[in-house]
């Protein structure tokens, strides 16, 4: 290709995304970035996202494989979806005084990492999976669910604290406070024999270190800031 064409052909390129950029308003939530093939279901409806699509309540996020996803969120909070992960926006409401929003998000498989804003107070900020609820005070944290083990480990939903603080509720109640580089684990309460008895273990617990294989940076943590 020569020069000249190689020219036109990068704005042309460029002209195709201003444009796509334009046909989408200003939204509190929306797709920032992404890689590969990401889509958006709505009600009934799956449609392919793309970068500037607004995101509602009750949206559900599917990232297949190899793919990933960027969402900025209008308090400066931050989230990428990694390769086949499914995230449900079980509560948005951003609008209004800050003590008067609040987010749930839930992560129906896979991983992701989350970065607080700074308009949102943590306590107006959850997530949740099958087997935990998840609190954040000011936090960059990692999450991730696993239905059948990975790499040795156990099935169930995994936190990681990057920096911040965080506390990683349980099905039975009980809980762990995270503070940075730290890691929990939360899934069914298990009956554990010991000796001639048994005792249920509880279903939040700490772990001595980070599991291997479950937290891997991808394309999009690069774009966080």
Do not use: C, W
Not at 40 to 51: D, E, G, K, N, Y
Not at 77 to 104: I, N, Y
Not at 166 to 171: E, H, N
């Amino acid at each position: 290709m020569s020069s000249l064409n190689l020219a036109q052909s990068t704005f042309m390129h460029a002209i195709a995304v201003f444009g796509l950029a334009a046909a989408f308003p200003v939204h509190s939530t929306q797709f920032f970035a992404m890689k590969g093939q990401v889509q958006l279901q709505r009600v009934q409806t799956v449609s392919t996202a793309v970068v500037g699509m607004p995101l509602e309540e009750a949206d559900v996020i599917v990232v297949p494989p190899e793919a990933e996803a960027l969402v900025h969120f209008d308090d400066g909070a931050q989230m990428v979806v990694r390769g086949d992960s499914q995230v449900s926006f079980t509560h948005l409401s951003l609008t209004g005084p800050p003590t008067q929003r609040q987010k749930t998000l839930r992560l129906l498989k896979g991983s992701m990492r989350y970065l607080s804003g700074k308009s949102t107070p943590g306590n107006r900020v959850s997530f949740e999976s099958k087997s935990v609820i998840i609190g954040i005070r000011g936090t960059d944290i990692e999450i991730a669910v696993t239905d059948d083990g990975l790499d040795g480990n156990p099935a169930g939903t995994y936190l990681k604290v990057n920096t911040g603080q965080a506390v990683l509720s349980g099905l039975d109640g009980t809980q762990v406070e995270l503070e940075r580089g730290q890691v929990a684990f939360g899934a069914e309460p298990e009956l554990t024999p010991r000796g001639i008895s048994i005792v249920r273990r509880p279903s939040a617990r700490p772990m001595p270190a980070v599991p291997a294989g479950l937290f891997k940076t991808g394309s999009m943590d690069s774009l966080l800031r």
